[in-house]
């Protein structure tokens, strides 16, 4: 009974579970009610889902008759309010998956329902409060202003930087089907049909115009994997002038790479673009708005060392529809309120019961599996939630490079991007790092987690004083396949992927600086050299820690081997690469620094 939840006060849920039990309990004034709602109260499992969504956004209001999903964005002094204001909103987003992305229904049928109509709840004003970050003209300005605006189809503008074309002639028209629809009813729909739209396979990323030289080497390792799938930027605001336009345009006629840039400019609310989709935020809206069926989300100081297509490939990813890497796993915990946080966005009995929410993981498996050593668990999905819902561990997931299907996990995307939004969340993830598993879980989606740890790579070395012991330092966080290939590297293959970084390091411990590298001059010419690859070592932390050192602002790590050591076990190992390999992996290293 300790695991089971119930429903907040203002649940829709709860709404729905006390009616019916009123009812049973021959409580229930039925004169207060239609034949209709009767019905469907005494046989709701069996009732078309139509009628069953309708009662329960009826009860969203019932409930909470001023609920809006920008609740999130308030600031409470008591954390357990803001925790239920989130709650209720997870909920909202649950339901909205029943209904509306799981199955045959849309939001035009529901709203037709007798259950909707007799409390004049509107689809337009269900839609705003729900997405408020879609720039829909509300009911609200309507009045104020006493005009109608011309409704305009929610679409954004795509531009397909073809080689063979000039500046001037690169926005791509609208779909045929857009020019035969009706305009309000597909913007009521709008996710279901953006979803109708996905198509293919792609490659998207997000960036600011100073990352434009960073997105130039990785655009250059692409062409080097004779890379086929279109790159997609996908951007909320003023981060792609004509200036950077022009230069994507020119990198794309000299890479031979097809570059296309995805503005939701049209498409999102301007408090959104100028205020939540900036930083890492960002990349919720490229999983959400770039025009894929399945994708590569990948930051633009990722190397990838294989092609990009063999991703696809994997057969975890096959099965679930999301495939994530493993992080450093730093002796960083997280706050306390965060297991409260997460485990308030479970879903309650009621939920469960009226309309079968499922989740991969929740605190009842957590607890049962808390004794056991997470190296013994049954998979790298199942270490991954008992390391941060269990141990507290704050970095558990390195989200540089994700795949997923997004027709099969939109309901999770969408959940990633409001754990983005909401404060608590997002105290309980370094960026993004953590939310799309988190949101995966919570959306009721699945996922699966690369097996091995996140590694390091770069020059092995050899104690000089014990000849078993050996370390590498970088500032790379590298990934291997089971066969302990190099797959993708996070973090460029310079020694230091930030420009001008030895000023910066000097500035800020000059005296250590100074003492190990004597002059800016010296250091910085050590950062900007491509990384020398012969080896990686994947680590287990319950043999030996990260070490963080202060190098490249902080962002080194060493991690040190003994391997006649008591301690070290299968977990911990070293792989040196062949000759073949070497040559290889510093021919990419060399190509991507020398850009």
Known sequence: LEYLKLSHYRSPFKFVTTKQKQLLDGKLDKKLFSKSELNLLKNWHSSPKSKQCSYLIAGIYDQFPDWNNMDMFNYYEENDRSNSVFELIVERLRIYDYCFLDGDSNTTEVFQEDILDARHISVEDYNIRMFPLFNIPSIDDELLTGTVKTEEVLWPNIYDLDPSKDADNIKVSLPHFLHEIDVHEYNMNFWKNWLKFSTGKGIVTTMRKEDLPMFKRLVTILKRHDNKLPIQIVTTGEEMDQESINYLLGLSKQSGQRIQIVDCTPIINKFFSDYKFHGFLNKFSASLFNTFEEAILIDVDVVPFISPIEFFDIERYKDTGMYLYRDRRLDNLLPNSCRTFMGGLEPSIQEKQLIGTKIKY??????????????????????????????????????????????????????????????????????????????????????????KEGAIVGELQQDAQNQNKYSICSAQ???????????????????????????????????????????????????????????????????????????????????TLDLASKGASDYSYIVKYSAEQYDFYNEISTLWSSV
């Open 477 to 559: 966080l590298a990934h291997v396949d089971d066969n302990n290939k190099l797959v993708w590297i996070n973090g460029g293959l310079k020694t230091c992927k930030f420009e001008d970084e030895a000023r910066y390091d000097f500035h800020y411990k000059p005296e250590y600086f100074t003492e190990r590298y004597g002059t800016v001059e010296k250091l910085q010419a050590l950062q900007n050299e491509s990384i020398t690859i012969n080896a990686v070592i994947v680590p287990d932390v319950y043999y030996s820690e990260w070490l963080r050192i202060d190098e490249c602002r902080g962002y080194t790590y060493c991690y």
């Open 362 to 451: 929740d605190k009842k498996w957590s607890t049962e599996h808390k004794g056991i050593d997470s190296r013994h668990l049954a998979s790298p999905e199942d270490v991954v939630y008992k390391s941060y819902m269990h141990d507290q561990e704050f970095h558990v997931v390195d989200s540089g490079l994700v795949i997923f299907n997004k027709k099969k996990h939109f309901a999770s995307l969408l959940m990633s991007t409001y754990l983005g939004f909401d404060y608590a969340a997002s105290g309980c993830s370094w960026g993004d790092k953590e939310l799309f598993w988190l949101g995966s879980i919570y959306g009721g989606g699945d996922f699966a987690v690369a097996p």
